[in-house]
C-alpha cells in the first residue's frame, strides 16, 4: 500500500512519457548512480561499457561522454557498433562476437582501461583483464551472461588472476542494487533530464505491442537482439 508520498510525479512536458521507463527512470539511474554514487572516473581516463547497445550501457556511455570521458562500447554485431559510433558518438566502439574482438579491443585502449561499467559477466573480464590500468575502477551494474543461471559458471578459472590483478593494479570493484539508490532520484533528474531534453543524451526504445506478445519478446532482452530499452505498450 502507498499513501502517495513515495511516488515520483512526471512531467509529461520534460520528455516523452516512456522516457520515464528508461532513461529518467530506474535503467538511467542505474548507469548514473553505477558512475557517480559507487566509482569516481577519472577525469579524462579512458570508460569502457559492456553490453553498451543495452538500454543501461547506453546511458552510461553517454554519461561518460557528458563528462569528459574517452569511452568504449563493447557490443554485439556490426549494426550495434555502428549506432555506437554514429548515433551516440563515442569514441570507439568494439564488437565481442567478432573473430577478432581481442585485437579490436587492444585497439580501442591504446592507453589502457581507467574505469569499466559492467553489465555482462565472466564471459567479457578476461579479455578487460590485460588491459586494466593501475587503480582501474569497476561498477558492476548487472551479469546478463548469467543472470539465468542456478549452478556454478562454467569455464576457466579466472578466479586467481583477478586477485591478483585487484592486489598488484590496486583495483576496485564494487558491485550495487539500484534499488538502495532510489533516494538519489532527485539529483539523478536534476543531472540528466536537462540532458535529454536538450538531445545531449539519446536513447531507444523497442516497443512490442500487445500483453500477449511479453513472454515471446521478453527473453529476447537476454540473448543480444535488442537495442536500447524494451517497453511493452498495452491498449
Do not use: C
Request: net charge negative; proline share 6%.
Amino acid at each position: 500500500m502507498s499513501d502517495g508520498s513515495d511516488l515520483r510525479k512526471i512531467d509529461p512536458e520534460a520528455a516523452p512519457l516512456s522516457a520515464n521507463l528508461g532513461v529518467l527512470g530506474m535503467t538511467g539511474l542505474t548507469a548514473w548512480v553505477g558512475l557517480t554514487k559507487i566509482i569516481n572516473p577519472k577525469p579524462g581516463g579512458t570508460l569502457v561499457v559492456t553490453a553498451a547497445a543495452g538500454a543501461v550501457g547506453t546511458a552510461a556511455a553517454q554519461i561518460g561522454k557528458l563528462r569528459g570521458y574517452r569511452v568504449v562500447g563493447v557490443a554485439g554485431g556490426p549494426e550495434k557498433s555502428r549506432h555506437l559510433l554514429e548515433d551516440l558518438g563515442l569514441d570507439a566502439a568494439v564488437d565481442h562476437k567478432a573473430p577478432d574482438f581481442a585485437e579490436q579491443l587492444a585497439h580501442a585502449v591504446p592507453d589502457g582501461i581507467d574505469t569499466v561499467y559492467e553489465s555482462v559477466g565472466a564471459s567479457m573480464f578476461g579479455a578487460l583483464l590485460p588491459h586494466l590500468n593501475l587503480k582501474a575502477q569497476f561498477a558492476v551494474g548487472g551479469v546478463m551472461s548469467q543472470i539465468t543461471r542456478t549452478q556454478a559458471f562454467e569455464g576457466p578459472d579466472r578466479l586467481p588472476d583477478l586477485l591478483r590483478a585487484v592486489l598488484y593494479k590496486n583495483l576496485t570493484i564494487r558491485g550495487f542494487s539500484v534499488p538502495d539508490h532510489f533516494d538519489s532520484y532527485p539529483a539523478f533528474l536534476a543531472d540528466l533530464a536537462p540532458a535529454v531534453a536538450e538531445g545531449k543524451l539519446h536513447y531507444a526504445e523497442h516497443i512490442v505491442e500487445g500483453l500477449e506478445n511479453i513472454p515471446t519478446s521478453f527473453p529476447e532482452m537476454f540473448q543480444g537482439r535488442i537495442m536500447g530499452k524494451m517497453i511493452a505498450k498495452i491498449s
